[in-house]
Protein backbone atom coordinates (compact mmCIF):
# COMPACT_ATOMS: atom_id res chain seq x y z
CA UNK A 1 0.00 0.00 0.00
CA UNK A 2 3.18 2.44 -0.02
CA UNK A 3 2.64 5.18 -2.05
CA UNK A 4 -1.04 3.98 -3.18
CA UNK A 5 -3.99 5.55 -2.63
CA UNK A 6 -7.53 4.42 -3.87
CA UNK A 7 -9.71 6.48 -6.68
CA UNK A 8 -11.94 7.34 -3.70
CA UNK A 9 -9.09 9.04 -1.67
CA UNK A 10 -7.92 10.62 -4.75
CA UNK A 11 -11.53 12.08 -5.85
CA UNK A 12 -11.72 13.12 -2.13
CA UNK A 13 -8.83 15.04 -1.89
CA UNK A 14 -9.55 16.63 -5.33
CA UNK A 15 -12.44 18.04 -4.18
CA UNK A 16 -11.29 19.16 -0.65
CA UNK A 17 -14.63 20.48 -0.54
CA UNK A 18 -14.77 20.13 3.33
CA UNK A 19 -11.58 22.48 3.57
CA UNK A 20 -14.22 25.38 3.08
CA UNK A 21 -15.40 25.30 6.09
CA UNK A 22 -12.08 25.76 7.62
CA UNK A 23 -11.54 29.21 5.75
CA UNK A 24 -13.59 31.14 8.83
CA UNK A 25 -10.71 30.11 10.78
CA UNK A 26 -7.88 31.55 9.18
CA UNK A 27 -9.82 35.27 9.52
CA UNK A 28 -8.37 37.60 7.26
CA UNK A 29 -5.00 36.67 7.93
CA UNK A 30 -4.61 33.10 6.71
CA UNK A 31 -1.02 32.91 7.99
CA UNK A 32 1.31 29.57 7.39
CA UNK A 33 0.60 28.52 11.31
CA UNK A 34 -2.80 28.78 11.01
CA UNK A 35 -3.13 26.57 7.57
CA UNK A 36 -0.70 24.15 8.75
CA UNK A 37 -2.91 23.96 12.03
CA UNK A 38 -5.91 23.05 10.00
CA UNK A 39 -4.11 20.32 7.80
CA UNK A 40 -2.36 18.98 10.72
CA UNK A 41 -5.72 18.28 12.48
CA UNK A 42 -7.09 17.07 9.06
CA UNK A 43 -4.54 15.01 8.83
CA UNK A 44 -5.06 13.25 12.76
CA UNK A 45 -8.60 13.05 11.41
CA UNK A 46 -7.97 10.81 8.61
CA UNK A 47 -8.68 12.89 5.87
CA UNK A 48 -5.66 12.89 4.30
CA UNK A 49 -4.20 9.44 3.44
CA UNK A 50 -0.87 8.27 3.83
CA UNK A 51 0.95 8.54 0.41
CA UNK A 52 -1.67 11.25 -0.88
CA UNK A 53 -0.40 14.50 -2.89
CA UNK A 54 -1.50 17.96 -1.45
CA UNK A 55 -2.50 19.83 -4.38
CA UNK A 56 -1.08 22.74 -3.84
CA UNK A 57 -4.42 24.27 -6.41
CA UNK A 58 -7.19 22.23 -4.81
CA UNK A 59 -6.14 23.35 -1.22
CA UNK A 60 -5.29 26.75 -1.90
CA UNK A 61 -8.48 27.24 -3.33
CA UNK A 62 -10.64 25.76 -0.90
CA UNK A 63 -8.77 27.85 2.04
CA UNK A 64 -8.38 30.65 0.21
CA UNK A 65 -4.80 31.54 0.82
CA UNK A 66 -1.83 32.57 -1.60
CA UNK A 67 0.55 29.82 -3.08
CA UNK A 68 2.77 31.42 -0.88
CA UNK A 69 1.30 30.59 2.56
CA UNK A 70 0.38 27.28 1.39
CA UNK A 71 4.16 26.53 0.42
CA UNK A 72 5.35 27.91 3.93
CA UNK A 73 2.24 25.66 5.81
CA UNK A 74 3.62 22.51 3.81
CA UNK A 75 7.53 23.48 4.95
CA UNK A 76 5.97 23.57 8.48
CA UNK A 77 4.78 20.09 8.09
CA UNK A 78 7.02 18.48 6.21
CA UNK A 79 9.62 19.60 9.60
CA UNK A 80 7.26 17.93 11.45
CA UNK A 81 7.14 14.72 9.31
CA UNK A 82 4.37 14.87 8.26
CA UNK A 83 4.43 15.68 4.56
CA UNK A 84 7.28 14.55 2.34
CA UNK A 85 8.09 17.14 -0.68
CA UNK A 86 9.71 14.80 -3.85
CA UNK A 87 11.62 16.80 -6.23
CA UNK A 88 9.44 17.38 -9.62
CA UNK A 89 6.51 15.57 -7.94
CA UNK A 90 5.19 17.58 -5.12
CA UNK A 91 4.19 17.45 -1.21
CA UNK A 92 3.12 14.30 -0.33
CA UNK A 93 1.59 12.65 3.36
CA UNK A 94 4.34 10.87 4.11
CA UNK A 95 4.32 6.98 5.26
CA UNK A 96 5.37 6.28 8.81
CA UNK A 97 7.68 3.77 9.07
CA UNK A 98 7.93 1.08 11.71
CA UNK A 99 11.19 2.54 13.81
CA UNK A 100 8.82 6.05 13.45
CA UNK A 101 6.50 4.14 15.25
CA UNK A 102 8.47 2.79 17.81
CA UNK A 103 9.65 6.16 18.55
CA UNK A 104 6.09 7.65 18.90
CA UNK A 105 5.24 5.10 21.21
CA UNK A 106 8.25 6.27 23.25
CA UNK A 107 7.79 10.22 23.31
CA UNK A 108 4.01 9.09 24.08
CA UNK A 109 5.34 7.21 27.44
CA UNK A 110 7.20 10.07 28.42
CA UNK A 111 5.15 12.90 28.19
CA UNK A 112 1.48 10.77 28.53
CA UNK A 113 2.54 9.47 31.26
CA UNK A 114 4.51 12.12 33.05
CA UNK A 115 1.23 14.61 32.72
CA UNK A 116 -1.19 11.96 34.74
CA UNK A 117 1.90 12.12 37.50
CA UNK A 118 1.44 15.95 37.32
CA UNK A 119 -1.76 15.83 37.88
CA UNK A 120 -1.47 13.89 40.94
CA UNK A 121 1.19 15.85 42.75
CA UNK A 122 -1.40 19.16 42.09
CA UNK A 123 -4.37 17.29 43.37
CA UNK A 124 -2.46 14.81 46.61
CA UNK A 125 -5.32 12.34 46.15
CA UNK A 126 -8.04 14.22 45.79
CA UNK A 127 -10.94 14.41 43.34
CA UNK A 128 -9.87 14.94 39.79
CA UNK A 129 -13.51 14.98 38.49
CA UNK A 130 -13.24 18.29 37.25
CA UNK A 131 -9.96 18.05 36.11
CA UNK A 132 -10.70 15.31 33.48
CA UNK A 133 -13.48 17.10 31.66
CA UNK A 134 -12.04 16.52 28.60
CA UNK A 135 -10.75 12.88 29.22
CA UNK A 136 -14.37 11.73 30.09
CA UNK A 137 -15.79 13.62 26.92
CA UNK A 138 -13.28 11.86 24.57
CA UNK A 139 -14.16 8.33 26.21
CA UNK A 140 -17.97 8.85 25.46
CA UNK A 141 -17.68 10.01 22.71
CA UNK A 142 -15.94 6.78 21.74
CA UNK A 143 -18.26 4.51 23.41
CA UNK A 144 -21.09 6.25 21.19
CA UNK A 145 -18.98 5.97 18.03
CA UNK A 146 -18.49 2.28 18.84
CA UNK A 147 -22.41 1.83 19.53
CA UNK A 148 -23.09 3.20 15.96
CA UNK A 149 -19.92 1.66 13.99
CA UNK A 150 -18.60 4.90 13.24
CA UNK A 151 -15.06 3.57 13.48
CA UNK A 152 -13.31 6.32 11.85
CA UNK A 153 -14.79 8.52 14.66
CA UNK A 154 -14.03 6.07 17.14
CA UNK A 155 -10.10 6.41 15.76
CA UNK A 156 -10.73 10.13 16.24
CA UNK A 157 -12.14 9.74 19.63
CA UNK A 158 -8.90 7.76 20.64
CA UNK A 159 -6.71 10.35 19.45
CA UNK A 160 -8.96 12.98 21.37
CA UNK A 161 -8.71 10.53 24.40
CA UNK A 162 -4.59 10.89 24.21
CA UNK A 163 -4.72 14.41 23.25
CA UNK A 164 -6.94 15.63 26.74
CA UNK A 165 -4.36 13.17 28.97
CA UNK A 166 -2.05 15.09 27.83
CA UNK A 167 -4.03 18.09 28.34
CA UNK A 168 -3.60 17.57 32.22
CA UNK A 169 0.33 18.49 31.76
CA UNK A 170 -1.22 22.06 31.88
CA UNK A 171 1.57 22.92 29.04
CA UNK A 172 0.68 24.47 25.54
CA UNK A 173 4.07 23.53 24.53
CA UNK A 174 3.65 20.07 25.39
CA UNK A 175 -0.14 20.25 23.82
CA UNK A 176 1.38 21.53 20.24
CA UNK A 177 4.11 18.67 20.39
CA UNK A 178 1.75 15.79 21.04
CA UNK A 179 -0.61 17.29 18.21
CA UNK A 180 1.95 16.80 15.92
CA UNK A 181 3.33 13.31 17.01
CA UNK A 182 -0.65 12.09 17.51
CA UNK A 183 -1.16 13.34 13.68
CA UNK A 184 1.42 11.12 12.72
CA UNK A 185 0.36 8.41 14.52
CA UNK A 186 -3.09 9.02 12.65
CA UNK A 187 -1.25 8.00 9.29
CA UNK A 188 -0.42 4.55 10.66
CA UNK A 189 -3.66 3.77 11.68
CA UNK A 190 -4.84 5.04 8.46
CA UNK A 191 -2.77 2.46 7.02
CA UNK A 192 -4.87 -0.73 9.01
CA UNK A 193 -7.11 -2.78 7.71
CA UNK A 194 -9.62 -2.66 10.23
CA UNK A 195 -9.61 0.31 12.66
CA UNK A 196 -12.65 -1.39 14.40
CA UNK A 197 -10.44 -4.39 15.42
CA UNK A 198 -7.77 -2.40 16.84
CA UNK A 199 -10.03 0.91 18.78
CA UNK A 200 -12.55 -1.13 19.90
CA UNK A 201 -10.95 -3.42 22.75
CA UNK A 202 -8.76 0.40 24.43
CA UNK A 203 -12.71 1.58 24.80
CA UNK A 204 -12.83 -0.31 27.98
CA UNK A 205 -8.99 0.44 28.74
CA UNK A 206 -9.94 4.18 28.34
CA UNK A 207 -12.77 4.36 30.73
CA UNK A 208 -10.42 2.77 33.55
CA UNK A 209 -7.84 5.25 33.08
CA UNK A 210 -10.73 8.02 33.47
CA UNK A 211 -12.03 6.40 36.38
CA UNK A 212 -8.75 6.10 37.96
CA UNK A 213 -8.22 9.60 37.19
CA UNK A 214 -12.10 10.61 39.00
CA UNK A 215 -10.91 8.59 41.91
CA UNK A 216 -7.98 10.07 42.93
CA UNK A 217 -6.32 6.82 41.94
CA UNK A 218 -3.48 8.84 39.57
CA UNK A 219 -0.96 6.03 40.19
CA UNK A 220 -3.09 3.85 39.25
CA UNK A 221 -4.22 5.24 36.32
CA UNK A 222 -0.50 5.98 34.85
CA UNK A 223 0.36 2.38 35.99
CA UNK A 224 -2.96 1.57 33.96
CA UNK A 225 -1.43 4.32 31.05
CA UNK A 226 1.86 3.09 30.80
CA UNK A 227 0.32 -1.25 30.13
CA UNK A 228 -2.43 0.42 27.44
CA UNK A 229 0.77 2.13 25.76
CA UNK A 230 3.43 -0.72 25.55
CA UNK A 231 0.10 -3.05 24.78
CA UNK A 232 -0.71 -0.98 21.97
CA UNK A 233 2.88 -0.28 20.69
CA UNK A 234 3.43 -4.13 20.33
CA UNK A 235 0.42 -4.79 18.44
CA UNK A 236 0.27 -2.23 16.65
CA UNK A 237 4.02 -2.07 15.72
CA UNK A 238 3.55 -6.03 14.34
CA UNK A 239 0.07 -5.69 12.49
CA UNK A 240 1.56 -2.28 10.68
CA UNK A 241 5.25 -4.13 9.60
CA UNK A 242 3.10 -6.80 8.20
CA UNK A 243 0.98 -4.75 6.33
CA UNK A 244 4.28 -2.79 4.74
CA UNK A 245 5.76 -5.80 4.19
CA UNK A 246 2.39 -6.96 1.74
CA UNK A 247 2.66 -3.37 0.50
Not at 20 to 42: K, M, P, Y
Not at 87 to 109: A, H, K, P, Q, S
Request: net charge negative.
Amino acid sequence: MAGGVTKNDRRRLAEVSGLEADRALLGRAGTAERVADILRDRIAEGYFPPGARLSEESIGGALGVSRNTLREAFRLLTHERLLVHQLNRGVFVRMVTVEDLDDIYRVRTLVECAAVRRLGSELKGGDATAAVGGVAAAVEAGEAASATRSWQDLATANIRFHQAIVALADSPRTDELMRGVLAELRLVFHVMDDPRRFHAPYLTRNRQILEALQSGAVTEAEELLASYLEDSRSQLSGAYAQRIAEG
